[in-house]
C-alpha cells in the first residue's frame, strides 16, 4: 500500500529531527492519531532485562502514565499483538481482554507490534471511544505506516543506548581522573593525619563521594584492636545543611584546590569544608565528632561486630535500617547515631589495615552499590597509602636512631682521642710539677712560716699539690682500667672508706646513720676502684654539709628486670642539688665547688658503668641528696662478660 | 757506712731534687742520665737501691731492669714514673715497688727505708 505524498513528508521530517526516543515516538503517535484519524495513539516499548513492556509515548492518555504503566507481555491487547507478533483487533473488550491502561472507556482497540529486522521493538496501540469498524484498509495503513517508523525508532533507542553509554564512560573517566587526582593528594603528605583528613574529607564532600559522614579506623597489631583514627563530618543536621548550600557555591574542582598548595601549606577542607590553613578554627562541634571516634575500640576478637567482619571478611557491608541479617551492636547504632551506614575494609597489598565507615545520616539517602563501588576503588589507594606513610614514618624513626647512635660513636671517639691528649699532657705537666713543688718544698725548710717568703713558698707548694691531684683525678679518669674483680663484702669496703672521713665527719657535726643489710651476699668488684667511689660521693656528702646534717648510708638487695641487684645508698642533708645543674652533674670537669676538677661524679659513673652497673641521683630540692648504685650480682656480671 | 742509692732519672732537675732531698737523709748518691749511663755506674760500684725512671732516651728503665735482673736478682728497685699505669707491664713484676712521682718525696722517702731494712735484715 502506498502512503500519500504528505504523509511520507511528515514521516522525513520526523527522520530528520530529534534523535530523543522518546520525542520520536511521540511525534510518530501524532502522526498515527492524524492519518488513522483516532483520537488516542500510544506506543509501548519491551524492556531490556525482562518481559515486560513500558508506555514511553502516548497522545491522548494521561502523560504522567508514560514511564510509569507497565503490563507483562501476552496481556491484553498490546501484550497479546506484541507476543504473537500481529496486529490484533478488539472491539466492546471486557475485562479480561484488556491491559491496565486500556481500561479507559474505549470501545475499539487496534494494536500493531513494532519489530525491525526480526528484533521485537514494541507495541503501537490506538483506541477510540466510540466503536468504530478497523478494516482492513486501515490494518494495512497502520501497518504500512508503523513499518516505516520501526527504522526512525530502532536509530533513536540505539542513539539513547549511546548516549547511555558515552555518559557512563564519561562517569568513569571523571571517576577515574578523581582517583587520579585523589591518590595525588595523598602521596603529597607523609604525615598520617594529614592523609586522614584528606582521605575523610575525599569521602564526604560534594564533588568527590558526598556521604554524610565518615570514619576511618585503623587496626593496631599491638593490641589487636581496631581504634577509631578519625572522624569527619557535621555533627548535626542544621550544620549539614548549611555547608551543602556553601559547597554549591565554590567554584573548580574541589580536588584542585587540595592539590594547589605544596604540602607545608596544604589547604585541606577540613571538616567544615571551608578552605582553611592546616586544622585551625575547627568549631569545637566537629572536634566532638571528631574525638567520639578517637574513643573508640573494637577488640579484633568481638566476632560478631560488623566492623570487625568487615575486616576478618574482606568484605563491604551496606547495612539499611532494619536489616536482621547481622547484629549491629549497639555502641556503633548509639555511638554513631546512623541506622543506615556501610563498612569498606582498607586494604594494603592484601592485608586488611583498617576500616572506612560512612552513612548518611543527614540526608538519608540511601547507600546505593554503585556508590560504594567507586569508594572501594578509592580505599584501596587509600590504604596504600596510609600503609606507605607508615612505613615512612617507621623509616624516618629508624634513620634517626641511626644518626643518634652515629652521633653517639662520633662522640666516644671524640672524647676517647681528648682522653688521650689529656693523658699526654697530664704526664708531661707531671714532672715539671715535681720539680717545682720539690724545691718550693726546700725552701720551706729554711724559712719561717710567719715571714712573708714562708707564707709564699707555702703556697707554692699548696698550689703544686693541687696541681698534682688534678692530673691525678684526669688521668684516672682518661684510663681505660677494666676493673680487675675479686669477690669482696660491699659493706666492708663501705666501712673502710668511711673511716677514713670520720674524723671529718665529727668535726662538721654530721650524724652519720648506717642502714646496712647484714646478709649481703659477696659481689666481684675491683675493691680500689669501687673504694674510689665511695671516697667521691663521701667528700661530695661532706662538702655540703659543713655545718651539721645527716648521712645516710644503706645497702640492701632488690629484683630488678628479672635479675637480683644490690644497692648501694649514699645520701646527704645538704640542700640538694639545684634543678639548672641537676643535668651535668655526672659531665666531666662539671663542678660547683670553688676548689674541685670537676671529676669526682664522672669517675664514679665511669666505674660503676665498668662494672656494668647503674648510678642514678635522687634529688629533693631543699633537703639533700640521695646517690643510689646498683650492682648486678656476680653470675650476671659472667654472663655479661661472656 | 752510707748506703749508695742510684738515681736514674732524664730530667736533670729532678736528678737535681733527689740527690739534694736524698743527701739530706744521708744517702750517699749517684746519678745516671739513662738506662745505659746507669749499667755503666753499676759496673762501677753496685749501688744499694736504685730509684728508676721508665721512660728515658736510649735505654729506657724496663730494660735497663732487665739487665740488671740478670746480674742481680735481689737488688731493690724503686720504679718512679709519672705515668700512671705500668701495673700491666709483667716486667714491672720484676722490681720491687712503684711509686708515682710527685713533689712530696716522703712515701719516696719511707719506701726506701722499708727497703733498705728488709735488705739489712737479710
Redesign the interface.
Known amino acids: 500500500m502506498k502512503l500519500d505524498p504528505n504523509t511520507l513528508n511528515k514521516l522525513n521530517i520526523i527522520g530528520n529531527s530529534s534523535l530523543n526516543l522518546k520525542r520520536r515516538l511521540s511525534q510518530i503517535a501524532l502522526l498515527v492519531t492524524e492519518v488513522l484519524k483516532v483520537d488516542v495513539c500510544s506506543i509501548c516499548m519491551r524492556e531490556e532485562k525482562n518481559d515486560t513492556l513500558i508506555l514511553k509515548a502516548t497522545i491522548g492518555l494521561n502523560p504522567e502514565l508514560i514511564d510509569n504503566l507497565k503490563f507483562n507481555i501476552g496481556v491484553g491487547v498490546a501484550g497479546l499483538a506484541f507476543e504473537k507478533n500481529e496486529p490484533t483487533i478488539v472491539k466492546n473488550p471486557t475485562l479480561s481482554d484488556v491491559s491496565v491502561f486500556e481500561k479507559e472507556p474505549y470501545k475499539s482497540i487496534l494494536a500493531v507490534p513494532l519489530s525491525y529486522k526480526n528484533a521485537k521493538l514494541g507495541v503501537l496501540v490506538v483506541q477510540t471511544p466510540e466503536i468504530r469498524e478497523f478494516n482492513q484498509e486501515d490494518v494495512l495503513l497502520l501497518t504500512t505506516l508503523v513499518s516505516k517508523t520501526t527504522g526512525l525508532i530502532r536509530n533513536a533507542q540505539l542513539h539513547s543506548q549511546l548516549t547511555k553509554l558515552s555518559a557512563e564512560k564519561e562517569t568513569r573517566v571523571r571517576e577515574l581522573s578523581l582517583l587520579y587526582d585523589i591518590g595525588k593528594a595523598m602521596r603529597s603528605t607523609m604525615k598520617l593525619d594529614t592523609l586522614l583528613n584528606v582521605i575523610l574529607t575525599v569521602v564526604t564532600m560534594g564533588g568527590g563521594m558526598g556521604f554524610n559522614r565518615a570514619v576511618l579506623l585503623l587496626i593496631n597489631e599491638r593490641t589487636n584492636v581496631l581504634q577509631g583514627m578519625m572522624g569527619v563530618g557535621p555533627s548535626s543536621a542544621e550544620e549539614a545543611y548549611a555547608i551543602w548550600e556553601e559547597i554549591k557555591n565554590v567554584k573548580g574542582s574541589l580536588i584542585n584546590n587540595i592539590l594547589s598548595e605544596d604540602v607545608g601549606k596544604t589547604i585541606i577542607f577540613n571538616n567544615k569544608h571551608r578552605m582553611i590553613e592546616n586544622n585551625q578554627q575547627t568549631s569545637s562541634d566537629e572536634l566532638k565528632f571528631d574525638k567520639l571516634v578517637k574513643g573508640i575500640r573494637i577488640p579484633l576478637d568481638r566476632d560478631h561486630n560488623v566492623l570487625v567482619k568487615t575486616v576478618l571478611e574482606k568484605k563491604v557491608f551496606n547495612i539499611k535500617e532494619g536489616d536482621t541479617s547481622l547484629t549491629i551492636e549497639p555502641e556503633i547504632t548509639n555511638q554513631l547515631g546512623a541506622k543506615n551506614f556501610a563498612t569498606i575494609p582498607l586494604i594494603a597489598k592484601n592485608k586488611v589495615i583498617g576500616v572506612i565507615l560512612v552513612d548518611n545520616l543527614y540526608n538519608n539517602k540511601p547507600i546505593l552499590d554503585e556508590d560504594l563501588a567507586f569508594l572501594k576503588m578509592f580505599t584501596i589507594q587509600a590504604g596504600l597509602a596510609i600503609e606507605s606513610t607508615q612505613l615512612y614514618q617507621s623509616h624516618k624513626k629508624i634513620n634517626l636512631e641511626l644518626q643518634e647512635i652515629e652521633s653517639r660513636l662520633l662522640q666516644t671517639e671524640k672524647f676517647a682521642a681528648l682522653g688521650e691528649m689529656a693523658?699526654n699532657v697530664a704526664?708531661e705537666i707531671?714532672?715539671p710539677?715535681?720539680?717545682?713543688?720539690?724545691?718550693?718544698?726546700?725552701l720551706n725548710k729554711t724559712l719561717n712560716d710567719k715571714e712573708p717568703e714562708g707564707r709564699y713558698s707555702n703556697i707554692i707548694?699548696n698550689e703544686?699539690?693541687r696541681l698534682?691531684n688534678l692530673v691525678?683525678d684526669v688521668?684516672?679518669f682518661s684510663?681505660e682500667?677494666p676493673p680487675s674483680c675479686e669477690e669482696h663484702n660491699i659493706n666492708e669496703l663501705l666501712e673502710d672508706t668511711l673511716r677514713l672521713f670520720s674524723e671529718d665527719f665529727k668535726e662538721n657535726r654530721v650524724e652519720i646513720i648506717k642502714k646496712l643489710f647484714t646478709t649481703l651476699p659477696p659481689v666481684s668488684v675491683d675493691s680500689k676502684q669501687l673504694k674510689q667511689v665511695f671516697t667521691n660521693l663521701l667528700y661530695n656528702a661532706l662538702y655540703v654539709m659543713p655545718n651539721g646534717g645527716q648521712l645516710w648510708i644503706k645497702t640492701y638487695l632488690i629484683n630488678e628486670e628479672l635479675k637480683q641487684k644490690v644497692v648501694i645508698e649514699i645520701g646527704d642533708t645538704g640542700g640538694g642539688i639545684p634543678l639548672e645543674v641537676i643535668d651535668n652533674i655526672f659531665n666531666p670537669f662539671f663542678t660547683t665547688k670553688s676548689t674541685g676538677t670537676g671529676l669526682g661524679l664522672a669517675l664514679a659513673r665511669k666505674i660503676v658503668e665498668n662494672h656494668g652497673g647503674t648510678i642514678e641521683v635522687d634529688n629533693r630540692v631543699g633537703e639533700g641528696v640521695n646517690f643510689i648504685i646498683k650492682l648486678m650480682m656476680n653470675d650476671e656480671i659472667k654472663k655479661r662478660r661472656k | 757506712m752510707e748506703k749508695v742509692i742510684l738515681v736514674v732519672d732524664d730530667?736533670e732537675?729532678?736528678r737535681?731534687?733527689y740527690k739534694?732531698?736524698l743527701t739530706d737523709e744521708g744517702y750517699e748518691i749517684v746519678l745516671a742520665e739513662n738506662g745505659k749511663e746507669a749499667l755503666e755506674k753499676i759496673k762501677e760500684k753496685m749501688p744499694d737501691l736504685i730509684t728508676l725512671d721508665i721512660r728515658m732516651p736510649k735505654m729506657d728503665g724496663m730494660e735497663f731492669l732487665r739487665r740488671l735482673r740478670e746480674i742481680d736478682r735481689d737488688l731493690p728497685v724503686i720504679l718512679c714514673t709519672?705515668?700512671?699505669?705500668y701495673r700491666r707491664d709483667f716486667r714491672a713484676w720484676a722490681s720491687d715497688v712503684y711509686i708515682?712521682?710527685?713533689?712530696?718525696?716522703d712515701e719516696l722517702k719511707t719506701t726506701i727505708k722499708q727497703l733498705l731494712s728488709k735488705q739489712k735484715k737479710d
Open positions: 693523658a704526664h707531671r714532672n710539677l715535681v720539680t717545682i713543688g720539690g724545691f718550693a718544698r726546700r707548694v703544686v699539690t698534682e691525678q688521668l684516672s684510663k682500667t | 730530667e732537675d729532678i737535681l731534687l739534694d732531698e709519672a705515668y700512671g699505669d708515682t712521682k710527685s713533689s712530696n718525696l
